[in-house]
């Protein structure tokens, strides 16, 4: 059976006391244990001015799979990362793609477990510092832990809440990562990144979950760096914090959902809007004020939803566009249905019961109401029901 192929891509600058020390360390007693994987090293250099690559250059004789990428000049991380998938795939016949630092803060040892994790099902394998087993160095300063914690919940919470990888990747920010090319990252699009700095990272992570890849979490004891230079600079956290911003605002869920908002704050001033035309007609009437109010609204409130059935279609859910005449009236139907049941039954139950329960508290009822359970109720229904992707 032929082995797959594990290309483990390392970005290199100004490491030349690590770089002879890592590759030989990898060749000779981390890739023999890996027995069922062909593993290469491509090592991504961008010119470094201490002559890392040219330490690379002279192990290859010795190490036919290794590789070396040479940028002509300092390009950063996350350029070196991208040119280096690249490489991987089109040239070194990559199954597995394994980001990996060249100064030993990566353990090489858990070469073996990530790839043991990939036979065993797993998409992409992250070396967590969160987890049990796994943890931040201990020559790591105040500063330094306090921006890896609080940057890495910030990131989680932007990019994943509140959705089941919020709670299942506890580790965003780690760098430490094999990924199943077939299926993943052959489909990802690496031309057009919001970062060529540490941002990547996120990127990279976004896309691969995006992409439905099926997450494993290791233990990561991340070393304190010995030798060379950190690629860690004054920007990083600017830099990565703006990435994860961008990656959830034009995330197509976080823009469907803000078209659900803006539909429905329409809809709310189409029901005050035409409460006051029908209240103005039925005025006249012989019926008295309280059954004109409840006319006029629940008339308004016809008209604020058949609003909200027509821009939701052609706005919100555009891409589940419903256009067949027989599907409009059935869809209409049943956001009718829907609508008067999240809309009104179950928030003017809840209302009745907390009003019973704590007293007449009407304007904080339906801010709960309204916000806990009216709005995630209809964006469920309509995703789930009305506007469902085929």
Not at 52 to 57: D, G, N, P
Not at 99 to 126: R, S, W
Not at 185 to 213: C, I, P, R, T, W
Not at 230 to 250: C, E, M, N, Q
């Amino acid at each position: 059976m032929k082995k797959q192929t594990a290309v483990v891509v390392v970005p290199t600058y100004n490491e030349a006391e690590s770089i002879g020390e890592m590759i030989d360390h990898l060749f000779t007693k981390t890739f023999p244990k890996v027995a069922n994987w062909e593993c290469k090293l491509l090592i991504v250099d961008d010119t470094s001015p201490d002559g890392t690559y040219k330490i690379v250059e002279k192990l290859k004789s010795k190490y036919p799979n290794l590789y070396l990428y040479l940028n002509k000049e300092k390009m950063g991380i996350g350029f070196a990362y991208v040119v280096g998938f690249k490489e991987a795939m089109s040239k070194l016949g990559a199954d597995v793609i394994i980001e990996f630092d060249g100064d030993f803060q990566h353990p090489p040892e858990t070469i073996p477990v990530m790839l043991k994790e990939i036979d065993n099902g797993a998409d992409y394998v992250l070396g967590s510092r969160k987890v049990k087993g796994g943890s931040n160095p201990k020559g790591w300063g105040f500063k330094r832990v306090f921006f890896s914690e609080v940057g890495g919940l910030v990131a989680r919470f932007v990019l994943f809440f509140p959705f089941k990888n919020f709670f299942q990747i506890t580790d965003p920010t780690t760098g430490l990562k094999a990924s199943r090319v077939k299926g993943f990252v052959d489909k990802m699009d690496m031309d057009h990144l919001y970062s060529m700095k540490f941002g990547y990272k996120l990127e990279f992570l976004y896309k691969m979950v995006k992409l439905g890849a099926k997450v494993k979490e290791i233990p990561l004891q991340f070393g304190l760096r010995q030798k060379g230079e950190s690629k860690i600079s004054s920007g990083t956290a600017k830099d990565i914090f703006r990435s994860v911003f961008l990656l959830r605002w034009h995330d197509e869920t976080t823009q469907k959902f803000l078209k659900f908002g803006i539909v429905g704050g329409f809809g709310f001033v189409v029901n005050v809007v035409f409460a006051r035309v029908f209240k103005a007609f039925l005025i006249n009437t012989e019926f008295g004020i309280s059954l004109i109010n409840g006319l006029s609204n629940a008339l308004a409130a016809e008209m604020a939803i058949i609003s909200n059935f027509i821009w939701n279609n052609v706005w919100t859910f555009s891409q589940q566009k419903i256009t067949k005449v027989d599907s409009v009236i059935k869809k209409f139907f049943a956001f009718n249905v829907s609508s008067l049941l999240t809309g009104v039954a179950i928030p003017s139950s809840v209302i009745a019961v907390l009003t019973l329960a704590f007293g007449d508290y009407l304007f904080a009822y339906q801010i709960i109401a309204i916000f806990g359970l009216t709005v995630p109720l209809n964006w469920i229904v309509y995703n789930k029901l009305i506007w469902k992707k085929k």
